[in-house]
Each structure stands twice: as C-alpha cells, then as structure tokens.
C-alpha cells in the first residue's frame, strides 16, 4: 500500500472543509476515500504516519535523519542523542545508545512506531532482542538485526568464516588468540606484504591494521594481544592484502528480500593522496564509475544473494542494513569485511541519491514485503567531503565555535560532531561536518562540496580536497 499525502486529521479538515467550499460532491468523494485509506490501514497494521525513533548521533544518523523527515508517512522525529544538526529536522533525546531501559521507557511513553538503529554497538550489544523479548515493545517495528546477526560486524571472526561456508570470495585468513602468538607469527610468514592485522570485536573504527613489513606486524600483533584495543584484540584475525579499488555496497533486507541501495567509495587517511593514518572517514563519491552492470552483477550474485541466503539458512533473522566492504581485484568483487548498518561518510553521499520514501521502505523491511517495492535512484553523483578537527585522527579540542553554515547554498551540511553551547554550535568530536553535494559529474559535485566546504570555519579545521579525483582518472 503506498500513500503519497501527509494524511492527519488536520490536513483532512483542512482539505475537505475550507471555509469557502464546505462538503461539495468532490470533497465527500475525498472524505469517504480517506477513510477507506484508514480503515484498510488500520486492518492491515499499516500507519499512514508514525513516531520514529532514530539511535544515533554521527553524520550518518543526521544524513538519515534528514531523509526520514522527508517522508509523508512521518509524524514525529526522535533522535537520540543527535547533534545540533539533527535538531533542526527532529527533536533531540539525552539518552545514550546503550542505555536500552532509558530507549524502551521513552518508546512506551512516546508512543514510538519504529525504531532505527543508526550506530553498531547498540546491535551487537542486542538492542533488538532486548525490545523482542519485551511483550510491550515486540510490536514496534525496528530496522536492524538482532544480536546474532549483528555477529557479522561484531566478529571478524565470525564473519570470515560465515564467508567460507557460504562460499563467498574473501582473502586468505586464519584468526589466532594471545596463547597462539607463535602460531600467529609462523602464518605472517606465508603471506607477502603488506600485512593485515584485524581485531575481531569493534574497536571504533581503529581496529585494522595494513603493515608494510613483517617486524612492524610482528610488533603490532603482540601488542593487539597486549590489549591495545581491549578485549576486541583478544582475537586477531590475519588475512592476505588484496590489492585493488575498495567500494562499498549498502542493501535493506527482510531476511529473504532486498533492495540494492547505491554505491559509494569512500576515503580512509587522513592524507591527500591516501597517506597518513586511516580514519572514520573523510569523504565518499557515489555511485561508483567502475561498479557498472557487470560487476554489479556479479556482486550480487557471488555476494549479496549468498549472504541473505546463508543467513536465513543459519536461522538469523535479519532485518535492516548489510554494508558489504568489498574491493574489485582485477574485474571481481571480494569481500573485505561487513557491518550491519549503514556507512559513514557513505551515507552522506548515499541518502541524497535516493528518490524513494525511506519510510516506505523501512515499513516494508519490517513487514517481510520488500518483494513488493521498487527504489528510485537519482542518476546524479553526489560527493562529500568531511570538516575534521585540528589533530584528528589524534587528540584534539572540542567546544570550538562553528560559523558559516547560513551561508551554505547548493549544498548540504551534515553534522558528525557538533553541539549547540550557548546559543551557538560548537565542535564536538574529531569528524566535525560533511558537505554533501549533488552534480552531473564527479567534478561538479565536487566543486560544489568544495567551495561550500570552505565557508564553513572554526578554528583547526582540515579537509581533503582531493577526495573523488582518483575516480576522474579512470
């Protein structure tokens, strides 16, 4: 069922009962068609405009945010925590991702329809199998997978050898424990560099290690058993390096069904031309010049088909987001690792290019009805390219005021790290704001990115300016 108007009771007595027009033949008509839209919905379990819960406070959750409030279906936008960004489409929740009692009460008193889940830790910690296991909260719809799904990012083991079963093309690998050091070792030395060291739990984004010689690995694997990310090192997993260009691909899923959102690259170091350390991300380009039909295809029939199969083939229902990290080795796809929510700065640049109600899609992957939907997707690139704070991937201040972002046209500010403080908007986190962009080509997307990225100012900022041009080149 697909309702295109913001059917609440005021718009209905507004449309059908104006001052100058009252109850002619053609507003009855209406009338009499609106409550069948309702009766029908309600049989059907199907709100025409719902609360929605957003968890989140990144870039991605305000580039989620922004699409969610477009949607007709909405009534009421909650996001928690948000940033100052999220604000100005929704209404902000002080309550933390993982405080899953806080969450639930705040549902039931709000009256909360859907749930969506924007960051992993709150699904590998099993946010949704705290709400199925709650007779209260059981019905709302929740768009992410319960906590055996979540697996999927939240082990690289697991998910290495998921791949293996299911026979879908990964590097080389063997996972080891701190008792295995010397095994770890003897495996480094059958693979040629540059080397690649995983821990197997999340570690923010910090996790994976790409070492261009064996003393350096060595070095690095012991200190990963030392604790160098907690208990997310207990367990590292060493695979071979594949070399080639890295994309990511994005689908919803119902557990059977799926829909192929679009893709993206994006850019890790921290450096112009890929150099320095790798961080949450600096920018992303989609769609993808080299991911045409045909290696589309064959992404997903040798990976996405595979892993929504195997997935219900293990008994994990699943329903949400799947982000195949894959790389193109010379024509075909691999994967490098999964995750089970959406991207970040990928969706900055993905959320713009799709024409579709979210919402409506959101329901349908909650509802086992994906089969019955269709996404639009804008032609257009879109590009961004993320503020960061001076020092950032390191350590850096906070609470620095942030101006120029009324001055912002063609474009789209997205904030990651922001606050309001005393009336104004401030830094709060090392990935501060992505600008995002549409255009014909790459290069006007990012021309617009570029020069709206430099009217916005505080103190410290850097940002690349030659994200997306190695992509011109091919």
């Known amino acids: 069922m697909k309702i295109r108007k913001n059917l609440t009771p005021d718009n209905i007595r507004r449309q059908s009962c104006c001052k100058k027009n009252i109850c002619s033949g053609r507003d009855s008509l209406y009338l009499y068609f609106l409550f069948d839209i309702f009766f029908v919905a309600s049989v059907l379990n199907i709100p025409i405009y719902m609360n929605i819960l957003l968890i989140g406070s990144g870039g991605r959750c305000h580039a989620l945010a922004w699409k969610i409030a477009r949607s007709p279906l909405l009534s009421k936008l909650y996001i928690a925590p948000g940033n100052a960004g999220t604000a100005s489409v929704g209404t902000n929740v002080a309550l933390k991702p993982n405080d899953f009692g806080g969450i639930a009460e705040f549902c039931l008193q709000t009256g909360i329809d859907m749930v969506v889940v924007g960051p992993e830790e709150p699904l590998v910690r099993g946010i949704r199998d705290y709400f199925a296991a709650n007779p209260a909260l059981r019905d709302i719809r929740f768009i992410g997978p319960f906590q055996a799904g979540a697996r999927l990012e939240g082990s690289k083991e697991f998910s290495k050898a998921f791949m293996v079963r299911h026979h879908i093309p990964t590097a080389r690998y063997r996972s080891f424990k701190?008792?295995?050091?010397?095994?770890a070792v003897g495996f480094l030395e059958t693979l040629q560099p540059p080397y690649v060291l995983k821990a197997d739990g999340l570690a923010a984004g910090k996790g994976v290690l790409i070492l261009s010689s064996r003393d350096e690995a060595v070095q690095e694997l012991h200190a990963m058993f030392a604790g160098k990310f907690g208990e997310a090192s207990a367990t590292v997993v060493i695979e071979e390096y594949l070399e080639g260009i890295e994309l990511s691909v994005f689908i919803l899923t119902d557990g059977t069904h799926?829909?192929?959102?679009?893709?993206?690259?994006?850019?890790?170091?921290?450096?112009?031309?890929?150099?320095?350390?790798n961080t949450g991300g600096m920018g992303a380009v989609s769609p993808v010049p080299f991911a045409d039909r045909t290696f589309m295809q064959k992404v997903e029939e040798r990976i996405i088909r595979p892993t929504v199969d195997g997935l219900r083939q293990e008994g994990i229902d699943y329903q949400g987001f799947i982000?195949?990290?894959?790389?193109?080795?010379?024509?075909?796809?691999?994967?490098?690792?999964?995750?089970?929510?959406?991207?970040?700065?990928?969706?900055?640049?993905?959320?713009?290019?799709i024409s579709s109600d979210i919402v409506e899609l959101f329901t349908a992957t909650a509802d086992r009805t994906l089969d019955r939907q269709q996404i639009a997707i804008s032609p257009q690139t879109a590009t961004t390219v993320m503020l960061v704070s001076g020092g950032y991937p390191g350590s850096y201040e906070k609470g620095k005021p942030i101006t120029g972002l009324d001055r912002v046209t063609d474009a789209i500010a997205f904030h990651a790290g922001t606050q309001w403080q005393d009336g104004q908007v401030v830094t709060a986190g090392g990935r501060v704001i992505s600008v995002s962009a549409m255009g014909g080509s790459i290069a006007e997307a990012l021309e617009k990115s570029n020069r709206n990225a430099a009217l916005i100012t505080f103190?410290?900022?850097?940002?690349?300016?030659?994200?997306?041009?190695?992509?011109?080149r091919l």
């Open 323 to 353: 982000f195949f990290g894959l790389i193109n080795v010379k024509g075909d796809p691999m994967v490098i690792e999964y995750n089970v929510r959406m991207g970040d700065p990928e969706t900055e640049a993905v959320m713009p290019r």
């Open 258 to 277: 799926y829909v192929l959102l679009p893709e993206a690259k994006d850019y890790k170091r921290i450096g112009e031309g890929d150099t320095g350390p």
């Open 178 to 183: 701190a008792s295995e050091e010397a095994e």
């Open 459 to 472: 103190e410290g900022k850097y940002n690349r300016r030659d994200i997306g041009e190695d992509l011109q």
